[in-house]
């Protein structure tokens, strides 16, 4: 190398305009497709299924935007569930023990709330599980 080439300021010049201008466009285009990936993510749809006596009575989509108050009978009594922010529970029943009542809030996908005297089952199906299939 010629020391009459390099520049006054000893520093030698890797990249080039076009270089750095290509560089730029190639990192915009590679957010975007990253920024539409995010957008357009497809979340698993969650649905709260409500059996009685072992059959389907109502299935519903939980959503966040959901809130409401089911009565459901069979003919052994009552239970009252509450729909909120995606997540369900049962607030008041007709049976002795009040089990259902105790188990709380349910939301994730395989959880139950099973009123056995009153013979009425509130699942959360479909969405994605947080458990595998190791899990017990």
Do not use: H
């Amino acid at each position: 190398m010629n020391l009459n080439s390099l520049p006054q300021n000893g520093v030698v010049k890797i990249l080039k305009k076009g270089d750095l201008i290509l560089s730029g466009t190639l990192l915009v285009v590679c957010l975007i497709f990253v920024g539409i990936k995010l957008y357009n993510r497809n979340y698993p749809v969650k649905f709260l299924e409500i059996k009685v006596d072992g059959e389907l009575y109502r299935k519903m989509e939980l959503k966040n935007t959901l809130d409401s108050l089911l009565e459901v009978s069979s003919k052994e009594g009552k239970v009252s569930i509450e729909i909120k922010d995606g997540k369900t529970r049962v607030i008041d029943s007709t049976c002795k023990d009040k089990l259902c009542e105790k188990m709380g809030w349910i939301s994730a996908t395989g959880e139950v709330i099973t009123c056995l005297p009153n013979r009425i089952t509130v699942s959360i199906i479909g969405g994605s599980s947080d458990y595998d299939s190791t899990t017990y």
